[in-house]
């Protein structure tokens, strides 16, 4: 069965720097799919950034950048800048397709990211 | 905005009733998805439909159950609740199966007194 670990439950960031969220999963699958979640207080969920397993560039949207290491089944979260509105819960996720053509989705239990002003 | 609508946004119910969620997929979207994230926990896979048809059952209990509409719109009931039920039911559509993107929707927050 997959797992998804984020051993962090919290993690804090002083305003303008740099912070490193971490993410390890479990599988035996070759392609899959990787995703950051962010959830702010409002509760919605959205997609920070994606990863796809085929892909050895890593992901990068504007201030994000992940840290893909297939063998290490590790992905980690690189937010730079941090801005107040950083601030929420990050999950990590991995997805899979399995037969049948149906997505199967794990989540993290999540990171509590506190960014100090 | 996602585009995937739920109501009600809040629910406050007592143990042993009934109640039923809607979702709205975005526009296009054939997929639809239910996750329950209880108080500081991930999200948990529940149900996935797609065009109408059920395609895969995740840690949904029995007494639970969904449907997906010929208009596309789903909806959850849960029955007997229990306090332990408790949570925020994400709905979340993608266009099809696959490599499809899913979008979440802002979760209806159900409380069990």
């Known amino acids: 069965a997959q797992t998804v670990t984020q051993s962090q439950p919290e993690m804090s960031v002083q305003e303008a720097e740099t912070v490193t969220l971490s993410c390890t999963y479990d599988t035996s699958e070759s392609d899959y799919y990787l995703f950051w979640y962010k959830q702010p207080p409002s509760r919605q969920m959205i997609l920070v950034i994606r990863?796809?397993?085929?892909?050895?560039q890593n992901a990068t949207e504007n201030r994000f950048s992940v840290n893909f290491q297939k063998a290490a089944k590790s992905f980690s979260l690189k937010i730079s800048d941090s801005q107040l509105g950083d601030a929420a819960m990050y999950f990590c996720?991995?997805?899979?397709?399995?037969?049948?053509?149906?997505?199967?989705?794990?989540f993290g239990t999540g990171t509590k990211l506190q960014v100090i002003p | 905005d996602s585009g995937v609508t739920q109501t009600p946004k809040h629910l406050i119910t007592a143990t042993g009733q009934r109640v039923t969620l809607r979702c709205s997929p975005r526009s296009g979207d054939l997929s639809v998805y239910w996750y329950q994230q209880s108080l500081d926990q991930g999200l948990q896979f529940l149900i996935q439909y797609y065009n109408g048809e059920e395609r895969a059952k995740g840690n949904i209990l029995e007494r639970f159950s969904a449907q997906q509409f010929p208009d596309l719109h789903s909806e959850l009931n849960l029955s007997s609740l229990e306090l332990g039920d408790s949570a925020l039911y994400f709905c979340?559509?993608?266009?099809?199966?696959?490599?499809?993107?899913?979008?979440f929707g802002p979760g209806t927050r159900l409380t069990v007194t």
């Open positions: 979340a559509s993608s266009v099809g199966v696959g490599t499809y993107e899913q979008y």
């Open positions: 990863q796809e397993a085929y892909k050895q």
């Open positions: 996720a991995y997805r899979v397709n399995v037969l049948g053509g149906y997505q199967k989705v794990t």
